[in-house]
Nanobody, 123 residues
């Protein structure tokens, strides 16, 4: 069984920063590829970023490239999402998930998800 718990969300002004954390339980965390998605009201869940198990490769949605950085600490079983230069359109519930399929940008390729953490960016 794998459990993921997100934290770090909150209210921030446009242009500000937040750092999200995703704590993952599971004996083989260091072998997991973990991704971040977000879902705004009345919208589908959309891909944000993902990082391979080694941390050597990461991929980003065009909408966050250059502003968000994904990283991981395998010793702490945690994946992070540093979000800078936040915009109102970044407001959403952010979820982390374990990728098991090949297409990192598709929610269906992830088998376990956390409960989400809400990010609200005020303009």
């Amino acid at each position: 069984q794998v459990h993921l718990v997100e934290s770090g969300g909150g209210l921030v002004q446009a242009g500000g920063s937040l750092k999200l954390s995703c704590a993952v339980s599971g004996r083989s965390f260091s072998t997991y590829t973990v991704g971040w998605f977000r879902q705004a009201p009345r919208k589908e869940r959309e891909f944000v970023a993902t990082i391979t198990w080694s941390g050597t490769r990461s991929y980003y949605a065009d909408s966050v490239k250059g502003r968000f950085t994904i990283s991981r600490d395998n010793a702490k079983n945690t994946v992070f999402l540093q979000m800078n230069s936040l915009k109102s359109e970044d407001s959403a519930v952010y979820y982390c998930g374990r990728q098991v399929g090949r297409n990192y940008s598709t929610p269906g390729e992830y088998d376990y998800w956390g409960q989400g953490t809400r990010v609200t960016v005020s303009s």
